[in-house]
């Protein structure tokens, strides 16, 4: 026989919505891999090539970055190229997170108002989505490394919880993103306007050991910079610079206590906003 | 024994972005609809007292049959019950897993085929993939599709789809069965079988909410009747007497 429930369930410290709904949606995986899957295949429906789009599209892409603005880095063009390749890659990642973010309640509208599942599922479903074309991307950059070896240090292993981490930040960013664009439709537009300054802001297709004054100090005050390092710099034989870990350590802990407070706040409404 | 009961509930819809109309003549009138309306001082509608005070207590066996004019709050009262929306005051208290069926169609993909969509679906309603490949057989044949499994949900007729969404809520023995309006967009002999259907489950002591503007249907599958009136119970009781009263009421 079923326990007997009461709803809405009681309520004893801030941030057990959150907490509750984080747990309960991933443990239901099955649920959102699925679901991701599905739209994968939705997405390259009928259409030849399927997902090798990804990665010749994005080879395409870096090569012709590569070439025009290989001249105006001091770096020799092999480590420009892969330089530019993880880095867009990682931007990517980091930015469709929010604008992925944004729309992933509103988007999953006829499920909110027709199903009781826990709303974290479509925030997994959403990043585990996004997996795709990064995992298609980095192939690119492996071949990119195979072919001009760059000098790869014990260091190397740093990716690992680097990209961990941006798992661990992508949850907290999509929810958040996701309530607050919910309720305040504004913010998907001005997401929109922000990124497209942060593709000059965040050093992707520059190199910011090369630049120094103001554009250095706004590489630096940029947390999409200290986040991409993280991930790069061991790809390419450098260290990651402490000030990093630091930024992204506290910019991690940041984006949770707001998704949780925000969750605390929101959440019971957001059948009503989507 | 299964229980869905409700103490007390009340919830007001939110709506945002309403300005006053700048044409709006003021008005002396006080219909019932206008009262459920509540405004601001700057007078901008923000909100519809959707439900108010609202109790009930069902429990195995039960069938309870919802009527109401359009925007008496059937369809909120399904969603608070089901879970989906949760009220601003009042509790719930259920023993049971919760199957819903409120919006046609809705939690669909339209580009998967029919057979994925049973897969999907009944993920998404919390059944594992074992319960799902063992009942799969059962969906198929009820929903009726045959060879129409085999396409793409986009290509069904809005019939098609309810019964496969019908043929899903109804295949894992729910516990608690909560049902909007639609049913009745289904053929004579589809009502036929799924009033059957319904019998079936409830005969094993489970819960059944129904709300339509059919009688005949509402008569055919519960023993119990609520009428719904300006978001309100006016008033519940056995299905015959309920719906004689509201009959009564509508001079019909």
Known sequence: ?274 | MYKLSAKNVSLVFPLYGNKPAPDQLPTNKKDSKQQRLIKNTSGAIIGVKALTEVNLDLSGGNRLGIMGANGSGKTTLLQVLAGILTPDAGTLTVRGHRSNLISIGLGLRPQATGRRNIFLSALAAGHSKDDILEKKADIESFSELGEFLEMPVSTYSAGMRMRLSFAIATAFDPQILILDEWLSAGDAQFKQLASKRMNNFVGSAGILVFASHNPALLKSNCNLGLWMKDGQPEALGAIDDVMAEYQKFNGT
């Not at chain 1, 801030?14 to 239901?28: H, K, N, Y």
């Not at chain 1, 599209?57 to 105006?72: D, K, L, M, P, S």
């Not at chain 1, 990209?163 to 439709?185: E, K």
């Not at chain 1, 965040?202 to 004054?213: A, D, K, N, Q, S």
């Open chain 1, 1 to 274: 026989m079923p326990k007997l429930e009461t709803f809405p369930p009681a309520h004893r410290w801030p941030g057990q919505r959150f907490v509750s709904d984080i747990s309960a949606g991933f443990l239901a995986h099955q649920i959102w891999r699925n679901f991701a899957w599905e739209e994968i295949l939705s997405r390259y429906h009928r259409s030849a090539l399927g997902l090798l789009w990804i990665v010749f599209g994005y080879a395409f892409f870096v090569g012709g970055i590569a070439f025009f603005f290989g001249g105006f880095a001091k770096m020799g063009l092999g480590s420009f190229t892969i330089y530019v390749a993880i880095g867009y890659a990682c931007f990517q990642f980091l930015v469709a997170n929010v604008v992925d973010g944004c729309a992933v309640f509103t988007g999953s509208a006829s499920w909110i108002r027709s199903t009781t599942l826990p709303y974290s599922i479509y925030v997994y479903k959403s990043i585990f989505r996004s997996l795709l074309p990064i995992a298609l991307q980095l192939i690119v950059v492996a071949i990119a490394m195979l072919y001009w070896q760059p000098p790869l240090k014990w260091n190397i292993i740093f990716v690992i919880p680097a990209f961990a981490i941006f798992l661990i930040n992508a949850v907290a960013i999509q929810y958040l993103c996701g309530l607050i664009a919910a309720r305040y439709r504004d913010v998907t537009h001005l997401v929109g306007t922000i990124t497209r300054i942060l593709i000059f802001t965040t050093p992707i297709l520059w190199v910011r050991e090369e630049r120094t004054g103001v554009i250095g100090l706004v590489a630096d005050l940029n947390p999409l910079t200290h986040y991409i390092e993280i991930f790069r710099a061991p790809l390419m034989g450098d260290d990651i610079r402490t000030i990093s870990w630091f930024v992204v350590a506290g910019f991690t802990v940041f984006v949770w206590l707001a998704a949780a407070l925000a969750a605390d706040r929101m959440q019971r409404r957001l059948a009503f906003w989507v």
